[in-house]
DNA sequence: TAGCATAACTTGTATATACAAGTTATGCAA
DNA sequence: TTGCATAACTTGTATATACAAGTTATGCTA
């Protein structure tokens, strides 16, 4: 059985997606929620604290849970989103283009960072990913090869995540993320279409499993004119 | 009274900050938690769910709740971090100087995302960013006048936010941010030093308020190598 | 000893109840 | 009509209980 206040998540959601609750209306009240879905009201808090975390309503004490506006409503939470989502909320046609995907030892930097036994098995992929035709984001990912045993070109050209959780179950659990700018290197500027662009925003992120083992490393340089990153921050203390 | 699980919440995060509870142990368990604090597992529950959306802790069904690395945690949840809090996990020489401070009346472009009556008195506040001397950051801020009456050039150099939450009272909410890359504007090369740079950082900002009034808009033009963004994301679904 | 079921933990979900705190509408009194 | 207390809402916090689900250590059995 799924979840009960997922459901409930789920479909209001939706509802606000779809617009059938329009933004600036209130939301049923917790009360009138309860009783719709037959349910206890800390079940349908704990679904209406989701909707709050994920952007799309407001709780307000005293007054009800009023609708935010969607349009220019950010991914999910900024950090864990693949290109794949990316893509799919700006309307562009996506390439991904597997350069190279070797096995190697892991040593030196790569070792110091995935946390590994000097010499262990790591899966190291180079993904060129074009948005209308042009090459502008290139992204270098490391994994660990006894986590991600079957890993393939194809399923590399794919979205790696779902990948992840949906074919080996292990499940993704944070991220952090580093945004600076950096000059663009040689090599760079023979993979990527920079035109005259001297540097690149690189993000660097830490993925971790639900065992806070990290598990990947990805670097991702992004010639700047392409780059965006939208954040929905909201105060916590 | 101060609500319960906020001080749980405040006096755990505090045990791990200063390492009294070491990273990759586990804190004690929700029933210890509970009997220690004299009260119930629900509330436990909440300041554990704090100190897990906050990146203190990771909690592990089964197990327990894990104490993360504190080295390179990141501010408290990107977006709402003033300067001032910036440079203060750097170690820095930092200044601010307001080159301006004006009020006028909203037209156009500021009346549009303020959304406001057309000619409505609005601050418009300039702020130069010095990082060691150099200057690196300009900040330009807009902000309605009937929210923020008493602003002066000495209270904008100090922390925005700290003057409208401790003396107006004004609870900020959420913001929404935008990280883009632009090319460097004439007036931008005369006020900040930028040597050979021809590109900037820009960071676009909405601040609302708790009845989800649109409050602030900030547009903060950043020299690129001095530009850097730490997130730390969880996944929620 | 080795293997395995189980007991004893851990956190996760769901329910019910009570009162506090903030907002809004009602309706009485001047 | 105006003003104000109040009642009737809203969400916020705190408590208690029950069972589900996942992990780990115990100890029995072969």
């Not at 059985?1 to 609750?21: G, N």
């Not at 929620?33 to 604290?49: D, G, H, I, M, N």
């Not at 220019?72 to 309307?91: I, N, Q």
């Not at 070797?102 to 948005?131: D, M, N, T, Y």
Request: hydrophobic share 35%.
């Amino acid at each position: 059985m799924e979840k009960k206040f997922q459901a409930i998540y789920d479909l209001l959601a939706k509802e606000i997606q779809t617009e059938k609750i329009k933004a600036g209306k209130l939301l049923p009240s917790e009360n009138e929620l309860t009783e719709r879905f037959a349910t206890s009201r800390e079940t349908v808090r704990k679904a209406l604290q989701l909707l709050s975390q994920n952007g799309y309503i407001q709780k307000l004490q005293g007054k009800g849970s009023v609708v935010l506006e969607q349009d220019k409503l950010p991914l999910p939470v900024s950090g864990l989103t693949s290109f794949k989502e990316l893509s799919r909320s700006m309307s562009h046609k996506v390439e991904t283009c597997v350069t190279s995907l070797s096995c190697k030892k892991a040593h030196g930097f790569i070792q110091q960072v995935l946390q590994c036994e000097e010499g262990a098995p790591v899966w190291e992929l180079h993904r060129l990913r074009k948005l209308d035709g042009e090459a502008v984001i290139y992204d270098k990912d490391f994994l660990l090869e006894e986590l991600a045993p079957g890993l393939t070109e194809e399923i590399a050209g794919d979205s790696i995540y779902d990948y992840l959780e949906q074919e080996l179950g292990l499940s993704i659990s944070y991220a952090k993320k580093e945004v600076v700018v950096e000059e663009a290197q040689v090599e760079d500027k023979a993979i990527m279409d920079l035109g005259s662009y001297q540097q690149l925003v690189v993000v660097r992120s830490a993925v971790y499993l639900e065992d806070t083992t990290l598990f990947q490393y990805t670097e991702s340089k992004h010639r700047p004119d392409k780059f965006r990153f939208v954040d929905f921050a909201r105060r916590t203390k």
